[in-house]
Structures are given as structure tokens and as C-alpha cells.
């Protein structure tokens, strides 16, 4: 099992009850606001380092819905998300920097964060009126669309 965490701004920041020697998940807020909604994180994985005191890795800028409200607001600490909650990867290389994480991590973070793109029964319960403006909208200085890999995906994505 993995845990999630929400960090400061600077995302190396020590959230309360880490355990130094289990690498986790890091989630920044972005306070940019999209037409009302507010869904917009930057995913990191974050492992303890002897060097110094975390070594991070960017996997990228994910919309997290919150099908209750306008606003996401991740608990502080949790496992997965639940049913009131679906994602969405908004990088170019957000599936890919995943997938470099290895096959079976890469699987359990798309599941946890009950990413659309992964999982179309997450997509079709989560379809509701306004879904599509928070996820797929393009987040600020993006001029591009997100171009998901054709190679090295994990069993089941987009099946």
C-alpha cells in the first residue's frame, strides 16, 4: 500500500505522520481557477534519500474531481480516493513519468486516484453534467493536448 499526501507548495515539505523510510505520494495544490472549479494538483513521488532528507520525482499535473463540489479538497492523508472522486492526467508525460515508476506502482496510483483515462467504469459513473469543463479543459500555459502512450501501459488501460 502506498499513502497520498497534501504538501505545501514547495512539495518536499514533511507532512505530519510520515514514516521516513516509506516512499509516498505527494499532492500540490494548484489554486488556479477554471471557470468555478478548482481540480488542478501536481502529483509527486517522493522517496527518503541518504543524501538529503527526500529525493522527489515530478510525475506531473493530474484534475482531481470532486463530484460533491466545485473545489477539491483531498483529506490530508489517505490510501485511494473514493467513489465521489475521479482524475484525470493533464501533462504530456504524466502517463508516461507513471508508467517509468513501474508496471504493478504505476497500476495501483491509476486505480487510486480512479483515473477516467484507466478505468471506464470510473469514466461512466463519474459522467455527469459539468465533468467534462474541470477535467479536460487545459490547464494554464498549455496550448497542447494530453497525447497518452502507445507503449508500455499497464494491463487494461483504455480496454
Same mark, same amino acid.
Given at each position: 500500500?502506498?499513502?497520498?499526501?497534501?504538501?505545501?507548495?514547495?512539495?518536499?515539505?514533511?507532512?505530519?505522520?510520515?514514516?521516513?523510510?516509506?516512499?509516498?505520494?505527494?499532492?500540490?495544490?494548484?489554486?488556479?481557477?477554471?471557470?468555478?472549479?478548482?481540480?488542478?494538483?501536481? +502529483?509527486?513521488?517522493?522517496? =527518503?534519500?541518504?543524501?538529503? =532528507?527526500? @529525493? &522527489?520525482?515530478?510525475?506531473?499535473?493530474?484534475?482531481?474531481?470532486?463530484?460533491?463540489?466545485?473545489?477539491?479538497?483531498? =483529506?490530508?492523508?489517505?490510501?485511494?480516493?473514493?467513489?465521489?472522486?475521479?482524475?484525470?492526467?493533464?501533462?504530456?508525460?504524466?502517463?508516461?513519468? +507513471?508508467?517509468?515508476?513501474?508496471?504493478?506502482?504505476?497500476?495501483?496510483? +491509476?486505480?487510486?486516484? &480512479?483515473?477516467?483515462?484507466?478505468?471506464?467504469?470510473?469514466?461512466?459513473?463519474?459522467? &455527469?453534467?459539468?465533468?467534462?469543463?474541470?477535467?479536460? @479543459? =487545459?490547464?494554464?500555459? @498549455?496550448?497542447?493536448?494530453? &497525447?497518452?502512450?502507445?507503449?508500455?501501459?499497464?494491463?487494461?488501460?483504455?480496454?
Amino acid at each position: 500500500m502506498i499513502t497520498y499526501f497534501n504538501l505545501d507548495a514547495d512539495g518536499l515539505n514533511t507532512p505530519i505522520g510520515r514514516v521516513d523510510s516509506e516512499p509516498y505520494l505527494g499532492l500540490v495544490k494548484d489554486l488556479w481557477d477554471d471557470y468555478g472549479f478548482s481540480t488542478l494538483f501536481t +502529483l509527486y513521488y517522493i522517496t =527518503p534519500s541518504q543524501n538529503k =532528507p527526500y @529525493s &522527489r520525482q515530478l510525475i506531473g499535473k493530474v484534475k482531481i474531481l470532486d463530484s460533491m463540489n466545485r473545489a477539491t479538497d483531498l =483529506p490530508g492523508k489517505f490510501d485511494k480516493l473514493t467513489e465521489r472522486y475521479c482524475s484525470l492526467g493533464q501533462d504530456d508525460d504524466y502517463y508516461n513519468n +507513471l508508467i517509468s515508476l513501474g508496471g504493478s506502482l504505476s497500476t495501483r496510483i +491509476l486505480n487510486d486516484l &480512479r483515473d477516467c483515462a484507466y478505468n471506464e467504469e470510473v469514466l461512466n459513473a463519474n459522467c &455527469r453534467v459539468g465533468m467534462a469543463q474541470p477535467l479536460l @479543459s =487545459p490547464p494554464p500555459s @498549455s496550448n497542447r493536448t494530453c &497525447r497518452f502512450p502507445t507503449s508500455g501501459l499497464p494491463d487494461g488501460f483504455m480496454s
